[in-house]
């Protein structure tokens, strides 16, 4: 089938605590003037799993938007493959890792904490994924479900030892160990491949609060039954929680439509209004938080302001829990309200 001159990108997320969870330690990211789509799931307890995952959110945000036009060089050999654009996200990637990791090594209360990643950033009809840990990425295609990313889990790599390994080795195996995460080491590799969007493809990442409690026919089934992407996910996190929603649930939808039409009247005749430009992407955001007041707490008001700006703002700055004002190199206490820090 030959595909239309023109592609309309439109995508959505939600992201839900789940049932049995009092806190969400999961951030999306839905930013279609970036052509950048994010789930991170963070890992560290109440005080510190939201804050790894919103800095990932946030660092590649602030990224994405410092770094416009610009195109980048490999700097691992597993970045070889990579056109100069995909590595950008791969970057984004790396820098979100430095930033957490600063703040965990300078900030006692945050030690240990990291964050899993998925992400994709979409230029024309190139799609670029990257992700470290078990966060998924899955492509439906004609109703056929793929996953497109290798969780970094212990189960993950035995499988990649072993493919064939039976049910019951499989069961034996614990099922959320992870053994890759942003913000452990100074470093991290990140695993990153790029295909073509096609219209009618689904792009689905998620955190394993939704693909820890469905298969992946359900998953399939939920994401192609509504072209609203919104309301499919909203049934997906229904349906995760249904099962039991034992886990932080998030969802990003990106699919490739084709444009709309007829969108034009002459002569009693329909037309197909002309695009400027190959790829089109809008989003649908009222169910996702914004993103930079996900970092509420991390940064000050005044640093989420020129974040807003699109200024390059520096997160891994270690900062007081309380009130997010920087702390001075070995100080006990915040200068700004009092508490005690490290």
């Given amino acids: 089938m030959t595909e239309p001159a023109h592609l309309r990108v439109v995508a959505a997320g939600r992201t839900d605590s789940g049932r049995v969870r009092d806190h969400n330690e999961d951030r999306v990211l839905v930013a279609p003037e970036l052509g950048l789509f994010v789930v991170a799931d963070g890992m560290g307890g109440h005080a510190t799993g939201h804050v790894a995952s919103a800095t990932a959110v946030a660092s590649m945000r602030n990224f994405f938007e410092a770094t416009a036009g610009e195109r980048f060089a490999p700097d691992a050999p597993e970045d070889a493959p990579l056109s100069p654009s995909a590595l950008r996200l791969v970057h984004a990637v790396r820098k979100a890792n430095r930033d957490i990791f600063e703040i965990a090594s300078k900030h006692a209360e945050h030690r240990g904490m990291g964050s899993t990643v998925v992400a994709l950033h979409v230029e024309g009809r190139s799609v670029t994924i990257a992700h470290v840990g078990d966060s998924r990425c899955y492509r439906i295609r004609d109703g056929a479900i793929a996953q497109l990313t290798r969780d970094h889990s212990l189960l993950g790599e035995a499988l990649l030892v072993k ?168 100080n006990a206490f915040c200068n700004e309200c009092g508490a005690r820090v490290g």
């Fill in 163 to 330: 493919p064939n390994l039976t049910p019951a080795e499989l069961a034996g195996l614990p099922k959320n160990v992870i053994t890759r995460a942003l913000g452990i080491r100074a470093s991290v590799k990140v695993d990153a491949q790029q295909l073509e969007l096609e219209v009618g493809d689904l792009l689905l990442l998620c955190s394993d609060g939704l693909h820890g409690m469905l298969d992946d026919a359900t998953i399939a089934d939920a994401a192609g039954l509504n072209e609203d992407l919104a309301e499919a996910c909203e049934l997906l996190v229904a349906l995760a929680n249904e099962a039991g929603g034992t886990d932080n649930v998030s969802v990003v939808l990106v699919g490739g439509f084709a444009p709309k039409a007829p969108a034009t009247l002459a002569a009693g005749v329909a037309r197909e209004a002309e695009a400027p430009e190959l790829v089109t992407v809008e989003a649908t955001e009222e169910l996702v938080e914004d993103a930079l007041a996900q970092f509420d707490g991390v940064l000050p008001a005044q640093e989420l302001e020129r974040l807003r700006r699109g200024e390059i703002v520096e997160v891994s700055v270690p900062r007081c829990a309380a009130c997010g004002t920087p702390i001075l190199a070995g």
